[in-house]
């Protein structure tokens, strides 16, 4: 294979450069909270790892009554409020589930970025896998009829497919002189 | 013209079709979940007298309205005299949720304010505002943290939730009430309500 | 007085725009000289009055002029110039300006540099844009007057949205509008072919640099958003599938496709019908994302104040031109079968196959973007679709779709073997595969969203290098010098674009994967520390400006003892709104980026600072440049010219069989 040798050597390229980006990356760093230090500053949120969870629902959630943000993303009072929830709740050992479910329960299904999957969201969560199926199936029934005119093309006279030949190839050369590259390739 | 080449302009179609219709309605209106299941229990302090407390089960047996407000609320000052005038004319008995009176308002500072501080400075607003704009409220109940509100899927002020002689909530109003609304949406739903039984 | 000559010059263009939408079309069915040749000067007298109209609303702007009730609500006295001047494009009625205006920029791009068309299919082009012109022009003028004034006067304005003040705000409008906009061309060229039945390649051909200047555009309009929104947001975010954001995005995928399309159109003849759709559903998207940021049926971070008035005109206008686009395509659409043969296993299939699946990942947008407007006007409750899951749906549609963009080069047109081709990409994609999963173990973070993304993006890089390899060894013996330069600017800008892709999966993965951040509260001379950076508080300081009250901080930036850079993150009160904003400081590196803003400052003297890692998300908008700079490689294409000037000997001869 002629490509193996560039191939190999960029393998080697591309693991050294994971190698120097994990190194970039330097980990997982966690910030050092020790309170014993009084240069290192405090962390606004007394648990990291609460807060990373808070927030990270938090960008699930809409504000109601923001332009579209999510409750993460808005200073707005009511977007606090339930910022607050959201951590309190999950403090209270509760699972995310739960606190969605209580959020649903008061505000409705709207609250949810990612709507879930019911009787009304289903053509929502199915119509990219419809119009996917969808669009293969004309994709290959195109393909199909194409061969098929193509086979009909075939069954010509000799003398019809020695024009056709002779058409096709000056359809070829033609594409040569505009100067369609890709078809050289 | 073969018909599979129309399917684009028909898709078209129902498609300008829904766009026409989105014109008419509000995006910004979220109905409540809580529709016809029993309102949010909750103990809340009474505003006229904040060391008794106002529970839902108090109301049990009447159909009555649990109306959102705050005196930093603007648009509650539009509804205000309509909600005074149904009070005169005894049309249904509300009840006040005085929304997070002080921590609410984006004049004031409310943060690291006690609590104390803050349930003071909430009664002496919402009851000086009463006093100038007029009290249609059976009571108002303080809501200081917001909490109850959450409960009730509240997202701005003023709300106004229809409740059933068994507690349950029936309507919501969304926004200052108008007298149309009144007339035409909250006034019928209140009749049916009581003839339910 | 000026704003009044703004307004009248304004009308001056409708009626232009109307001379120009009409006489051409008629002169064309008529085939009467005279007539289509009323289209060129009317383009550009309609040019001439609409800048001119645009320029006396600047001036308003510009000189304070807060009779203008537009200028009154959008700009102040103490607005920086440069603010003042794109304040005009920050509100509805002038962004609407700026619409017409650039579509009149576009036609009159078409009357200078496509003088080699036949006259009659010139003349419809310049028809059909008018029209479009016409529906916009008029749109303004009645729903939307820029000029309106307000008397009294007030004395001062209210200011533009301190978001907006930012040099984002100066480039990223007029991009986006000239992508937008842009693709009218390409629709313009496809009705005119509609209408006169000639619906060879020569349309393609003649639409394909057009197509690809307005993608570049998009590309671009759309990046420098993205751009913004991440550094003038304050938390490092870059994508938010909101629905405007939507609202360009599928034009932009929409053109993708159309760009790939009228390549095999014009090389093979093939996809004519598919294309002519393509080139009106990219301009109807663009149409529509108009409609969804003016009409206020949707919630979005970007819309305009609206009006249920302007929503209703903006939705007739898209009814008729849409709707009569669609119509003629349904009248003429089966002239427009045959085409060039292909085997099952071509480029040709590839390509259509791409076309199907960005055509496919597209309608999901829409579908995504509009379905909480279904559900709403049938009454079946409020949801909201956001990002989780755009993102769970667009990931499975692209995937093949990158996957196949780097084997479809390796097709021949017509007909090739598929075992044969599987077999020469067969290495690249297995190393592919295992550098994906490589990388994700090297970087600790093994999950399929990581591992797909690193793998896709190898496979790209891979697979654009095993290309590249493969057309310099075509002409053997040949040097160097004179190997790379028998490859064309065309196949240049496809490999670049392409590329481009690869490099944004990267950015994309990385920073969805690793980023990190943390708030702290920082007092003077307290040190934190992320991601091995250690930032080190030095105070905050008072740094007012023109329209502003603002507190700058000071962060030292510094790794293993060495000092990086001083970031002074800001926080900002804009007097005239008394709105709040943050202004992030970045340290921006080619592998990562350190994000720092700034919060508030507590009772006992500390600031609240966030702090960011972003590693690679440089890479999302470098590889948005290589895209445009791909698409720039093949729009300008020497070929281009050379056609150009052969079809303008040949053109006198054609007018006759064309019309």
Same mark, same amino acid.
Not at chain 2, 25 to 33: D, G, I, Q, Y
Not at chain 2, 96 to 103: A, D, H, I, P, S
Not at chain 3, 100 to 124: C, E, I, K
């Given at each position: 294979?002629?490509?193996?040798?560039?191939?190999?050597?960029?393998?080697?390229?591309?693991?050294?450069?994971?190698?120097?980006?994990?190194?970039?990356?330097? !980990?997982?760093?966690?910030?050092?909270?020790?309170?014993?230090?009084?240069?290192?500053?405090?962390?606004?949120?007394?648990?990291?790892?609460?807060?990373?969870?808070?927030?990270?629902?938090?960008?699930?959630?809409?504000?109601?009554?923001?332009?579209?943000?999510?409750?993460?993303?808005?200073?707005?009072?009511?977007?606090? &409020?339930?910022?607050?929830?959201?951590?309190?709740?999950?403090?209270?050992?509760?699972?995310? &589930?739960?606190?969605?479910?209580?959020?649903?329960?008061?505000?409705?299904?709207?609250?949810?970025?990612?709507?879930?999957?019911?009787?009304?969201?289903?053509?929502?969560?199915?119509?990219?896998?419809?119009?996917?199926?969808?669009?293969?199936?004309?994709?290959?029934?195109?393909?199909?009829?194409?061969?098929?005119?193509?086979?009909?093309?075939?069954?010509?006279?000799?003398?019809?497919?020695?024009?056709?030949?002779?058409?096709?190839?000056?359809?070829?050369? !033609?594409?040569?002189?505009?100067?369609?590259?890709?078809?050289?390739? | 013209?073969?018909?599979?080449?129309?399917?684009?302009?028909?898709?078209?179609?129902?498609?300008?079709?829904?766009?026409?219709?989105?014109?008419?309605?509000?995006?910004?209106?979220?109905?409540?979940?809580?529709?016809?299941?029993?309102?949010?229990?909750?103990?809340?302090?009474?505003?006229?007298?904040?060391?008794?407390?106002? @529970?839902?089960?108090?109301?049990?047996?009447?159909?009555?309205?649990?109306?959102?407000?705050?005196?930093?609320?603007? @648009?509650? *000052?539009?509804?205000?005299?309509?909600?005074?005038?149904?009070?005169?004319?005894?049309?249904?008995?509300?009840?006040?949720?005085?929304?997070?009176?002080? *921590?609410?308002?984006?004049?004031?500072? @409310?943060?690291?304010?006690?609590?104390?501080?803050?349930? @003071?400075?909430?009664?002496?607003?919402?009851?000086?505002?009463?006093?100038?704009?007029?009290?249609?409220?059976?009571?108002?109940?303080?809501?200081?943290?917001? *909490?109850?509100?959450?409960?009730?899927?509240?997202?701005?002020?003023?709300?106004?939730?229809?409740?059933?002689?068994?507690? *349950?909530?029936?309507?919501?109003?969304?926004?200052?009430?108008?007298?149309?609304?009144?007339?035409?949406?909250?006034?019928?739903?209140?009749?049916?309500?009581?003839?339910?039984? | 007085?000026?704003?009044?000559?703004?307004?009248?010059?304004?009308?001056?263009?409708?009626?232009?725009?109307?001379?120009?939408?009409?006489?051409?079309?008629?002169?064309?069915?008529?085939?009467?000289?005279?007539?289509?040749?009323?289209?060129?000067?009317?383009?550009?007298?309609?040019?001439?009055?609409?800048?001119?109209?645009?320029?006396?609303?600047?001036?308003?702007?510009?000189?304070? #002029?807060?009779?203008?009730?537009?200028?009154?609500?959008?700009?102040?006295?103490?607005?920086?110039?440069?603010?003042?001047?794109?304040?005009?494009?920050?509100?509805?009625?002038?962004?609407?300006?700026?619409? $017409?205006?650039?579509?009149?920029?576009?036609?009159?791009?078409?009357?200078?540099?496509?003088?080699?068309?036949?006259?009659?299919?010139?003349?419809?082009?310049?028809?059909?844009?008018?029209?479009?012109?016409?529906?916009?022009?008029?749109?303004?003028?009645?729903?939307?007057?820029?000029?309106?004034?307000?008397?009294?006067?007030?004395? #001062?304005?209210? #200011?533009?949205?301190?978001?907006?003040?930012?040099?984002?705000?100066?480039?990223?409008?007029?991009?986006?509008?000239?992508?937008?906009?842009?693709?009218?061309?390409?629709?313009?060229?496809?009705?005119?072919?509609?209408?006169?039945?000639?619906?060879?390649?020569?349309?393609?051909?003649?639409?394909?640099?057009?197509?690809?200047? $307005?993608?570049?555009?998009?590309?671009?309009?759309?990046?420098?958003?993205?751009?913004?929104?991440?550094?003038?947001?304050?938390?490092?975010?870059?994508?938010?599938?909101?629905?405007?954001?939507?609202?360009?995005?599928?034009?932009?995928?929409?053109?993708?496709?159309?760009?790939?399309?009228?390549?095999?159109?014009?090389?093979?003849?093939?996809?004519?019908?598919?294309?002519?759709?393509?080139?009106?559903?990219?301009?109807?998207?663009?149409?529509?994302?108009?409609?969804?940021?003016?009409?206020?049926?949707?919630?979005?971070?970007?819309?305009?104040?609206?009006?249920?008035?302007?929503?209703?005109?903006?939705?007739?206008?898209?009814?008729?031109?849409?709707?009569?686009?669609?119509?003629?395509?349904?009248?003429?659409?089966?002239?427009?079968?045959?085409?060039?043969?292909?085997?099952?296993?071509?480029?040709?299939?590839?390509?259509?196959?791409?076309?199907?699946?960005?055509?496919?990942?597209?309608?999901?947008?829409?579908?995504?973007?509009?379905?909480?407007?279904?559900?709403?006007?049938?009454?079946?409750?409020?949801?909201s679709v956001g990002p989780p899951y755009f993102e769970a749906v667009f990931v499975p549609l692209m995937t093949p779709v990158v996957v196949l963009m780097m084997f479809g080069p390796f097709l021949r047109w017509k007909d090739d073997d598929l075992a044969a081709a599987v077999r020469k990409v067969a290495p690249a994609f297995i190393a592919s595969v295992l550098i994906g999963f490589g990388t994700a173990w090297a970087v600790d973070h093994v999950t399929w969203r990581t591992v797909l993304g690193l793998s896709l993006a190898a496979w790209v890089v891979l697979a654009s290098i095993q290309l590249l390899a493969g057309r310099l060894k075509e002409r053997a013996g040949a040097s160097a010098g004179s190997r790379l330069r028998s490859i064309t600017a065309s196949w240049w800008g496809m490999w670049l674009a392409h590329l481009g892709i690869g490099v944004f999966i990267i950015g994309v993965t990385m920073v969805g994967s690793l980023d990190q951040s943390l708030d702290v509260k920082m007092k003077e001379g307290q040190?934190?520390?992320?991601?091995?950076?250690?930032?080190?508080?030095?105070?905050?300081?008072?740094?007012?400006?023109?329209?502003?009250?603002?507190?700058?901080?000071?962060?030292?930036?510094?790794?293993?003892?060495?000092?990086?850079?001083?970031?002074?993150?800001?926080?900002?009160?804009?007097? $005239?709104?008394?709105?709040?904003?943050?202004?992030?400081?970045?340290?921006?590196?080619?592998?990562?980026?350190?994000?720092?803003?700034?919060?508030?400052?507590?009772?006992?003297?500390?600031?609240?600072?966030?702090?960011?890692?972003?590693?690679?998300?440089?890479?999302?908008?470098?590889?948005?440049?290589?895209?445009?700079?791909?698409?720039?490689?093949?729009?300008?294409?020497?070929?281009?010219?050379?056609?150009?000037?052969?079809?303008?000997?040949?053109?006198?001869?054609?007018?006759?069989?064309?019309?």
């Amino acid at each position: 294979m002629p490509v193996d040798a560039p191939l190999a050597m960029l393998r080697r390229a591309a693991l050294t450069g994971a190698v120097v980006a994990s190194v970039a990356l330097g !980990g997982p760093a966690w910030a050092d909270t020790a309170p014993a230090d009084p240069a290192l500053a405090p962390t606004v949120a007394a648990n990291p790892a609460l807060e990373a969870d808070t927030m990270e629902l938090a960008h699930k959630l809409r504000c109601l009554v923001c332009q579209n943000q999510s409750i993460a993303e808005s200073n707005a009072p009511l977007a606090v &409020d339930l910022r607050n929830q959201v951590r309190e709740q999950l403090a209270a050992g509760k699972t995310k &589930d739960d606190v969605i479910d209580y959020l649903v329960d008061r505000y409705g299904d709207f609250v949810l970025y990612e709507p879930p999957f019911k009787a009304v969201t289903v053509l929502l969560w199915l119509g990219p896998v419809v119009l996917l199926v969808g669009g293969a199936a004309w994709l290959a029934f195109r393909l199909r009829r194409r061969r098929e005119e193509a086979a009909a093309e075939r069954g010509l006279s000799a003398a019809d497919r020695a024009r056709a030949r002779a058409l096709l190839e000056g359809g070829a050369a !033609g594409a040569a002189q505009s100067e369609s590259p890709e078809s050289r390739s | 013209m073969k018909a599979k080449f129309l399917v684009p302009l028909l898709l078209f179609f129902g498609l300008a079709g829904f766009l026409a219709f989105g014109l008419t309605l509000n995006p910004r209106e979220v109905p409540s979940p809580l529709i016809d299941k029993p309102a949010p229990d909750f103990s809340l302090a009474r505003l006229d007298k904040p060391e008794q407390t106002f @529970a839902l089960k108090e109301m049990q047996g009447q159909v009555w309205m649990l109306n959102v407000w705050a005196s930093w609320c603007v @648009a509650c *000052r539009q509804e205000h005299p309509l909600l005074v005038q149904m009070a005169k004319q005894k049309i249904v008995p509300v009840v006040g949720l005085n929304y997070k009176e002080v *921590r609410g308002d984006g004049a004031i500072n @409310a943060r690291g304010m006690a609590l104390e501080a803050e349930t @003071a400075m909430a009664i002496e607003r919402a009851r000086r505002w009463l006093s100038d704009h007029g009290d249609p409220y059976v009571l108002s109940v303080l809501d200081i943290d917001g *909490r109850v509100g959450i409960d009730f899927g509240v997202y701005g002020v003023p709300e106004t939730f229809l409740i059933d002689r068994d507690g *349950r909530i029936r309507y919501k109003h969304i926004g200052p009430i108008t007298p149309e609304a009144l007339k035409d949406v909250l006034i019928p739903r209140i009749e049916e309500l009581r003839r339910a039984g | 007085m000026i704003p009044e000559l703004g307004h009248f010059a304004l009308i001056l263009a409708l009626v232009l725009s109307l001379v120009q939408a009409v006489v051409p079309l008629v002169g064309a069915q008529r085939n009467s000289m005279a007539l289509m040749a009323v289209g060129r000067p009317a383009a550009q007298g309609q040019f001439f009055f609409i800048v001119f109209s645009y320029v006396c609303l600047t001036w308003a702007f510009v000189t304070s #002029d807060f009779s203008v009730q537009l200028a009154a609500t959008n700009s102040h006295s103490e607005t920086p110039i440069m603010y003042k001047i794109t304040g005009v494009w920050g509100n509805h009625e002038g962004s609407l300006l700026l619409w $017409a205006m650039s579509l009149s920029l576009w036609t009159v791009a078409v009357t200078v540099f496509s003088r080699h068309l036949p006259d009659a299919f010139l003349a419809r082009v310049l028809g059909v844009l008018g029209l479009v012109s016409a529906g916009f022009i008029s749109f303004t003028l009645v729903t939307s007057n820029p000029f309106e004034r307000l008397l009294p006067a007030v004395a #001062d304005g209210r #200011d533009l949205n301190p978001l907006l003040q930012d040099p984002g705000m100066i480039i990223h409008p007029p991009l986006l509008y000239m992508g937008y906009v842009g693709f009218s061309v390409a629709f313009a060229f496809a009705i005119a072919a509609l209408m006169s039945g000639r619906l060879d390649a020569a349309w393609a051909r003649w639409s394909r640099p057009w197509t690809t200047i $307005a993608w570049v555009f998009l590309t671009a309009g759309i990046a420098v958003g993205s751009g913004w929104a991440y550094y003038e947001l304050g938390w490092g975010g870059w994508w938010f599938w909101d629905p405007v954001e939507n609202a360009s995005f599928m034009p932009w995928l929409l053109g993708t496709a159309l760009m790939h399309s009228l390549a095999v159109t014009e090389k093979r003849g093939a996809f004519r019908s598919w294309t002519v759709l393509l080139a009106i559903g990219a301009f109807s998207l663009s149409l529509l994302g108009t409609f969804l940021v003016r009409s206020g049926v949707i919630t979005s971070v970007h819309a305009f104040a609206t009006d249920p008035k302007r929503g209703l005109y903006i939705l007739a206008l898209l009814v008729i031109v849409i709707g009569a686009s669609l119509l003629l395509y349904a009248m003429r659409a089966n002239k427009l079968m045959g085409g060039g043969s292909f085997a099952l296993v071509s480029r040709e299939t590839s390509l259509l196959a791409n076309n199907v699946l960005l055509t496919v990942a597209s309608a999901s947008v829409l579908l995504g973007t509009l379905y909480p407007l279904f559900l709403d006007a049938l009454n079946l409750g409020k949801i909201s679709v956001g990002p989780p899951y755009f993102e769970a749906v667009f990931v499975p549609l692209m995937t093949p779709v990158v996957v196949l963009m780097m084997f479809g080069p390796f097709l021949r047109w017509k007909d090739d073997d598929l075992a044969a081709a599987v077999r020469k990409v067969a290495p690249a994609f297995i190393a592919s595969v295992l550098i994906g999963f490589g990388t994700a173990w090297a970087v600790d973070h093994v999950t399929w969203r990581t591992v797909l993304g690193l793998s896709l993006a190898a496979w790209v890089v891979l697979a654009s290098i095993q290309l590249l390899a493969g057309r310099l060894k075509e002409r053997a013996g040949a040097s160097a010098g004179s190997r790379l330069r028998s490859i064309t600017a065309s196949w240049w800008g496809m490999w670049l674009a392409h590329l481009g892709i690869g490099v944004f999966i990267i950015g994309v993965t990385m920073v969805g994967s690793l980023d990190q951040s943390l708030d702290v509260k920082m007092k003077e001379g307290q040190r934190a520390e992320l991601a091995g950076y250690s930032f080190v508080f030095r105070g905050a300081v008072d740094a007012d400006g023109p329209n502003y009250d603002a507190a700058r901080g000071n962060i030292e930036l510094s790794r293993d003892g060495r000092v990086l850079d001083t970031l002074t993150p800001e926080k900002r009160v804009y007097r $005239a709104q008394g709105m709040p904003m943050t202004e992030a400081s970045l340290d921006i590196g080619v592998f990562r980026d350190v994000y720092v803003s700034l919060g508030e400052q507590l009772e006992d003297g500390a600031w609240i600072v966030s702090l960011y890692y972003k590693p690679f998300i440089s890479w999302i908008w470098m590889g948005c440049v290589l895209m445009g700079l791909g698409g720039i490689f093949a729009a300008a294409d020497r070929r281009y010219r050379r056609l150009a000037a052969r079809e303008a000997a040949g053109a006198g001869q054609r007018v006759a069989a064309s019309a």
